[in-house]
């Protein structure tokens, strides 16, 4: 089994910062892209920030320069650095991963539970 653990969330006000953490455990060979994904209340749930594993990123334009992404390949976590916050940044915060688990299986995506952040006005 894999799992992916999230840590951090909470509550802040708007302009605070917050760190999220993902670490992935279990059965793992390799892991590909690791990312950070968001769902509000009543919306799909949308592209944070994504991160491969030679360490290129990828953010969206609602979060560019106040977001930042990062992994350690040797602790299997990803980071998400999350600055200068806005109330419209408020959801649960999903980590999710592209993980082989042997060497003779496919690449299959993984989800941790969630995190809630909420940013006050």
Not at 73 to 81: D, E, G, M, R, S
Not at 108 to 114: F, L, R
Request: proline share 2%.
């Amino acid at each position: 089994q894999v799992q992916l653990v999230e840590s951090g969330g909470g509550l802040v006000q708007a302009g605070g910062s917050l760190r999220l953490s993902c670490a992935a455990s279990g059965s793992i060979f390799v892991i590909n892209d690791m990312g950070w994904y968001r769902q509000a209340p009543g919306n799909q749930r949308e592209l944070v920030a994504v991160t491969t594993r030679g360490g290129s990123t990828k953010s969206a334009d609602s979060v560019k320069g106040r977001f930042t992404i990062s992994r350690d390949n040797a602790k299997n976590t990803v980071y998400l650095q999350m600055n200068s916050l806005k109330p419209e940044d408020t959801a649960v915060y999903y980590c999710g991963a592209v993980i082989r688990r042997r060497p003779d299986t496919y690449y299959e995506s993984y989800w941790g539970q969630g995190a809630q952040v909420t940013v006050s006005s």
